[in-house]
């Protein structure tokens, strides 16, 4: 996510100019997916399962399953959210932002997905630190014994 704001600071200045390059759009669908990766296995669901097909690079598929497995308890998701990762991911998903095709491509406003990232970022930390002391404490007791 610092990398995609190194490339193109959010900005609330002009909407008309709320664009960005597509490496910044790339930088900021990849940090979504591993959010959500990340949120799905503190919620034991198996790295291999994440790797498969069954979501692969799929923004839509991860968001789904992450609100199954009760996401909105760690972090609160504004109406226009959800649209804006789905509108991403017709391009993140196909890796349109990582191999150009010659095409017209549509974005959210640039800004507005950064706020949806940073705000899961955000989110989702109190949960990763449970869970990362949670396991480390777990270590430890399997350590004295």
Do not use: W
């Amino acid at each position: 996510m610092e990398a995609a704001f190194a490339v193109k600071a959010p900005t609330e200045n002009n909407p008309l100019l709320d664009s960005a390059p597509f490496t910044a759009y790339y930088l900021l669908g990849h940090s979504l997916e591993l959010l959500l990766k990340s949120f799905l296995i503190g919620r034991r669901t198996e790295i291999s399962e994440l790797r498969s097909r069954k979501y692969g690079h799929d923004l839509e598929k991860l968001l789904t399953e992450s609100k199954r497995r009760k996401i909105g308890r760690e972090l609160k998701f504004e109406s226009l959210d959800e649209p804006l990762v789905l509108l991403l991911n017709l391009s993140y998903k196909p890796k349109l932002l990582e191999y150009y095709a010659q095409g017209l491509y549509e974005f959210p406003r640039y800004t507005l997905i950064a706020n949806v990232v940073k705000r899961t970022c955000d989110g989702l930390y109190p949960f990763a630190r449970r869970i990362s002391d949670r396991e480390l404490d777990r270590k430890r007791k399997k350590q004295k014994v």
